[in-house]
Nanobody, 122 residues
């Protein structure tokens, strides 16, 4: 089992940057693919980015491609989301998730963090 705790959210002006972190507990972290999702008020949870267990492969939603970068450090049981050129429409609660299957849908991920709020002001 994996427990996930996100951090790094906050309030930032449009055009600014934030770096989200997700700390995982459990010795099997390195065997899981990791993803970031987000959910804005009144909207469904949306895929943002994912990285394979080794860190060798990444994938991004079109809406964040070129602005966000996902990475992981298996020695620190952590995954990160570097967000640049933030827009008001990026405002959401951001969740990290762990799963045995690499994909871009919530159903591929078995373990979820509690989320961290990101608010981008215009």
């Amino acid at each position: 089992q994996v427990q996930l705790v996100e951090s790094g959210g906050g309030l930032v002006q449009a055009g600014g940057s934030l770096r989200l972190s997700c700390a995982a507990s459990g010795r099997t972290f390195s065997s899981y693919h990791m993803g970031w999702f987000r959910q804005a008020p009144g909207k469904e949870r949306e895929y943002v980015a994912s990285v394979t267990w080794s860190g060798q492969n990444t994938h991004y939603a079109d809406s964040v491609k070129g602005r966000f970068t996902i990475s992981r450090d298996n020695t620190k049981n952590s995954v990160f989301l570097q967000m640049k050129s933030l827009k008001p429409e990026d405002t959401a609660v951001y969740y990290c998730a762990a799963g045995a299957i690499w994909g871009w849908g919530p159903k591929e991920y078995e373990y979820w963090g509690q989320g961290t709020q990101v608010t981008v002001s215009s």
